[in-house]
């Protein structure tokens, strides 16, 4: 399941208060009742993240830059 980087924030800083994992789903069920809790592996894969990079946010997607020749602007217009 995909979080927002709200909801991610809120599982690190409860994960960081209580330094339990049991702990931090039960005020995570608490906090979104009705939503799926992230595994044990989720929280501290964001914990260590967190840590190493300051962020829980996702890295921005590589693409390879567009290639605009004359002949495909030509194409698509």
Same mark, same amino acid.
């Given at each position: &399941? #995909?979080?927002? *980087?709200? /909801? +991610? *924030?809120?599982? =690190?800083?409860?994960? %960081?208060? #209580?330094?339990? %994992?049991? /702990?931090? +789903? @039960? %005020?995570?069920? +608490?906090?979104?009742?009705? @939503? !799926?809790?992230?595994?044990?592996?989720?929280?501290?894969?964001?914990?260590?993240?967190? $840590?190493? &990079?300051?962020? =829980?946010?996702?890295?921005? @997607?590589? +693409?390879?830059? !567009? =290639? $605009?020749?004359? /002949? %495909?602007?030509? !194409?698509?217009?």
């Amino acid at each position: &399941m #995909t979080y927002l *980087v709200v /909801e +991610r *924030v809120t599982f =690190v800083e409860a994960y %960081i208060n #209580t330094g339990s %994992i049991e /702990e931090t +789903r @039960k %005020i995570l069920g +608490r906090k979104f009742p009705g @939503k !799926s809790l992230p595994a044990k592996r989720a929280i501290q894969a964001l914990g260590k993240k967190w $840590h190493a &990079m300051g962020s =829980v946010a996702n890295a921005p @997607k590589r +693409r390879p830059p !567009s =290639v $605009h020749t004359p /002949e %495909i602007t030509d !194409s698509i217009c």
